[in-house]
Nanobody, 120 residues
Framework: QVQLVESGGGLVQPGGSLRLSCAASGSGFSINRMAWYRQAPGKQRNVVAAITSNGSTNYAGSVKGRFTISRDNAKNTVYLQMNSLKPEDTAVYYC??????????????WGQGTQVTVSS
């Protein structure tokens, strides 16, 4: 029932910046974790950054220091600020949310993906 809507992808030059957004629709749930994953053609989907309900963040080593994940709890929205972008950051970026309805009913949802292309 929950829908994740992503936006903010596009084409950017190396060294540039983009900000991705992902909004979770619906109500009656609590978000345990929000994260961004990415997948390049022919490659596995891997986590880029994650933020938990208490605000704790984690980053893949390849993006640490360049990307920042944040959230707006009132809007059920997670952001990924991407700075100093490199060509190897090119991928489809997917929002992922782990949430709970009531106690113990945990569900996992994925966004539709947004293309990020870093190229000259």
């Amino acid at each position: 029932q929950v829908q994740l809507v992503e936006s903010g992808g596009g084409l950017v030059q190396p060294g540039g910046s983009l900000r991705l957004s992902c909004a979770a629709s619906g109500s009656g749930f609590s978000i345990n974790r929000m994260a961004w994953y990415r997948q390049a053609p022919g490659k596995q989907r891997n986590v880029v950054a994650a933020i938990t309900s208490n605000g704790s963040t984690n980053y893949a080593g390849s993006v640490k220091g360049r990307f920042t994940i944040s959230r707006d709890n009132a809007k059920n929205t997670v952001y990924l600020q991407m700075n100093s972008l490199k060509p190897e950051d090119t991928a489809v970026y997917y929002c992922n949310v782990i949430l709970s309805y009531g106690l113990g009913n945990v569900s996992n949802y994925w966004g539709q993906g947004t293309q990020v292309t870093v190229s000259s």
